[in-house]
């Protein structure tokens, strides 16, 4: 249920510890013994609050050569907060249906996206399709320039099929292209999988 995971995102979310953990992600990737280091820790104490992060796919970690990085999922917690302000906005009856929504939305994202954030398939129908795409281009920022092979690496960590993808982004509005330059469209301009 919709309302398991935000409670669940809030719990984990609810320790300085991994609040400071995940400040110093949205730097940039990092290993283990680093943030043990920046934040004066053991190394034991950072894998037990790395498990609890990982476990709510709030990080996820990709391996270069024989060191484990650890990397923001910063759509889960944009995909929380964004939750929670609807619910807080939405009249009563409203608050089902939202919860719902996000129920279906999710449930395509586990489906289809691996818990070290690669993408299994590209879905074939449309509404999976863009709610997997969505996701995706959540990671990218807004207002940010994007040379075509920048865009094809960001898009590789999720799927070897980057032109596709990319193609889709244009197709679909998330993005524009202006002689071989990618930026994201403002997001009511993005289809819409309802």
């Known amino acids: 249920m919709q309302l398991d995971r935000i409670v669940a995102f809030h719990k984990t979310m609810g320790d300085p510890t991994r609040i400071r953990i995940v400040a110093l992600l949205a730097n940039g990737p990092l290993h ?16 037990h609050h790395i498990k609890k992060l990982r476990d ?5 970690e990709r ?14 917690i944009k995909q929380q907060a964004k939750a929670l302000s609807k619910l807080i906005e939405k009249k009563e009856g ?27 398939i590209i879905p074939a129908q ?28 960001y898009i590789k960590h999720f799927h070897e ?15 524009y292209r202006e002689n071989g330059i990618y930026e994201l469209n403002p997001e009511e301009m993005w289809a819409k999988p309802e």
């Open 32 to 47: 283990g013994q680093a943030i043990a280091g920046k934040l004066g820790l053991t190394p034991p104490t950072i894998t």
């Open 161 to 175: 099929d980057y032109a596709t993808i990319r193609r889709e982004f244009i197709i679909n509005h998330y993005m």
């Open 94 to 120: 409203e608050v089902d249906a939202l919860i719902e929504q996000n129920m279906e939305r999710q449930k395509v994202i586990d489906n289809f996206i691996t818990r070290e954030g690669k993408l299994k």
């Open 63 to 76: 391996r270069d050569k024989n060191t484990i990085y650890f990397h923001l999922n910063e759509s889960v």
């Open 56 to 60: 709510t796919n709030l990080i996820y």
């Open 126 to 153: 449309r509404k999976k399709k863009l709610i997997v795409f969505e996701h995706i281009v959540r990671g990218l920022k807004t207002g940010k320039k994007y040379q075509e092979k920048e865009l094809n690496e």
